[in-house]
């Protein structure tokens, strides 16, 4: 526990960081918004596509690995629909609030379970962690597009539109375009590979320096009943999930460490942005957002030792 906890830390101190940075308001609210874009369209980009372009996956559970993954939050997707109309009566909640609940549940914040797999296991699974995103974002998008456009102003989903941000994801376009690269032998030279990888590094620490900035304690607990719900279905159940179908389809080792942790850690910060365009309740999310980062120090450490992935 006490490597697991150390190796936790610098992540957790890099997060507190950027929440002082921001109010400190040394950087104004306007450059945090240009890092946070610099890191989504181009420092991550780079980062996947280096790691996944350059690995040998041929002895990689790819998969087996991709696909408890995507069977772990298809169970969550299933669980929560089903129990839709429950969970809203029981909490009174409007169909835009359920979709922040759903949200907040399902999704997965890539600065921060990267930037985790990277310290605890490596190159290895910070490769394995790219692969699973790029099985997991466009199920995650579809999925959560056509929840909040039904629940939260009851229209039909717009599939040009779920498309679109699917296509122009650009981790999704980075992982995809690395995986042919990779699966069709395809050369990329030695200055490519190097100057990605200059590029790239820098995407983890101001990564998770705009998740501190991005923080909002003061209003976190302004309706505790759903925020305590998503944080508890996506720090605790979804990662337990993860464990369960990475036993039954035979992945172990760092593929299912890895799979663990993007399991257990806090929702995408981009939930809120989501939230915003498309009518769900954009307060809810960002308060879900803010307690769920806060949670992760706490729950991740445990859930790791527990699962029993630590390295």
């Known amino acids: 526990m006490s490597a697991v906890i150390s190796a936790l830390a610098p992540i957790f101190i890099t997060i507190l960081a950027g929440a002082l940075l921001y109010r400190s308001k040394i950087i104004g609210d306007d450059m945090w918004s240009v890092l946070e874009h610099v890191t989504y369209y ?11 372009a350059s690995a040998d996956l041929s002895d990689a559970p790819v998969l087996a690995m991709g696909s408890a993954m995507l069977f772990a939050i298809c169970t969550m997707f299933g669980a929560l629909l089903y129990l839709r109309v429950r969970i809203m009566t029981r909490m009174t909640l409007t169909g835009a609030a359920f979709t922040s609940v759903f ?8 600065f921060v379970a990267l930037s985790i797999i990277s310290a605890l296991y490596g190159a290895e699974g910070l490769t394995l962690a790219a692969i699973g995103m790029a099985a997991m974002i466009p199920v995650l998008n579809v999925v959560n597009v056509t929840v909040i456009s039904k629940f939260a102003d ?4 717009d599939a040009s539109r779920i498309a679109g941000l699917v296509l122009r994801n650009p981790l999704v376009v980075a992982c995809v375009l690395a995986a042919i690269v990779n699966l069709a032998g395809v050369p990329v030279p030695a200055a490519v ?4 990888d200059l590029i790239g590094s820098g995407a983890l620490g101001i990564g998770l320096l705009t998740v501190g900035a991005g923080i909002r304690p003061r209003a976190a607990l302004v309706e505790p009943a759903p925020v305590a719900l998503a944080t508890a279905l ?10 369960v179908w990475t036993f039954i389809l035979g992945v172990d080792g760092v593929a299912q460490a890895v799979a663990v942790v993007s399991g257990a850690v806090p929702t995408a910060s981009v939930s809120y942005i989501l939230a915003r365009q498309l009518g769900g309740d954009a307060v809810l999310m960002a308060n879900v957002i803010t307690v769920q980062i806060i949670a992760a120090a706490i729950t991740l450490p445990v859930v790791i030792w527990i699962a029993g992935v630590a390295p």
């Open 42 to 52: 181009v420092l991550f980009p780079a980062l996947m596509f280096q790691k996944i």
């Open 154 to 157: 009851g229209t039909t989903p």
């Open 103 to 110: 949200q907040g549940s399902t999704r997965w914040h890539a």
């Open 193 to 196: 590979l190097d100057s990605l």
């Open 234 to 243: 996506k720090l605790l159940v979804m990662p337990l999930l993860m464990l």
